[in-house]
């Protein structure tokens, strides 16, 4: 399989994978609809997007060699999607919601989709680890750095291509399930299910990102 290829199933199957990002995204269309959930796809997208930026730049070679760095990180993650979770579980903000002003809305759900993908652990786990290992070295010493450079922004450019795809389609199915797990009394039973699930995501990776 060519190298391009092996990266981008390497990165569907990643997305594929139930993480945080798959869980806070249905929760959130499933509690608040379609649109304010897109809202958020495009935070997690900025998150993501500054990720490539700092592996591009070197810096997630830092982060690799150093353990403090990424536990701070890696745990600041996961305190991020409980507090998410127990929000959701509350329904509290999302209750209030109609009450708030469409745009200061949009700027909280930008904010909180970019926040819970900065601290995704496996989002900085896949760009630490695994993105270097599709970097070619290239021949000419002199040019390698440029052309590092370039490779790893292709990569992300990608990488972001492909999550976004799969974030809008969950937003998207969630929508469209959305009348029948919402209806009456199942809608908090729902919210909380899905609030739970995020949670135990978050235990997840708290156990299964660990060096």
Not at 52 to 67: D, Q, Y
Request: charged share 10%; glycine share 10%.
């Amino acid at each position: 399989m060519p190298p391009l290829a092996e990266f981008l199933l390497a990165v569907l199957l990643l997305e594929l994978t139930p993480g945080p990002n798959m869980a806070y995204l249905a929760l959130l269309s499933l509690e608040r609809g379609t649109r304010p959930a897109l809202v958020a796809v495009l935070g997690v997208a900025a998150g993501l997007a500054v990720h490539a930026l700092v592996a591009g730049l070197g810096a997630g070679a830092l982060i690799a060699r150093s353990s403090l760095l990424y536990e701070a990180l890696r745990w600041a993650g996961v305190a991020y999607l409980l507090w998410l979770a127990v929000d959701g579980w509350r329904g509290e903000a999302g209750d209030a919601a109609g009450n708030t002003p469409l745009g200061t809305q949009a700027a909280l759900l930008f904010r909180r989709g970019f926040v819970a993908n900065l601290l995704n652990p496996k989002s900085i786990l896949f760009f630490v680890s695994v993105l270097p290992r599709f970097v070619v070295e290239p021949v000419g010493a002199g040019d390698a750095v440029p052309a590092i450079l370039v490779q790893m922004a292709i990569l992300g450019g990608l990488y972001l291509a492909v999550a976004t795809a799969v974030h809008v389609a969950v937003v998207l199915l969630a929508g469209r399930l959305r009348p029948w797990l919402i209806a009456g009394a199942r809608r908090d039973h729902m919210r909380r299910a899905l609030s739970l699930m995020l949670a135990g995501v978050a235990l997840w990776l708290a156990f299964s990102t660990g060096r």
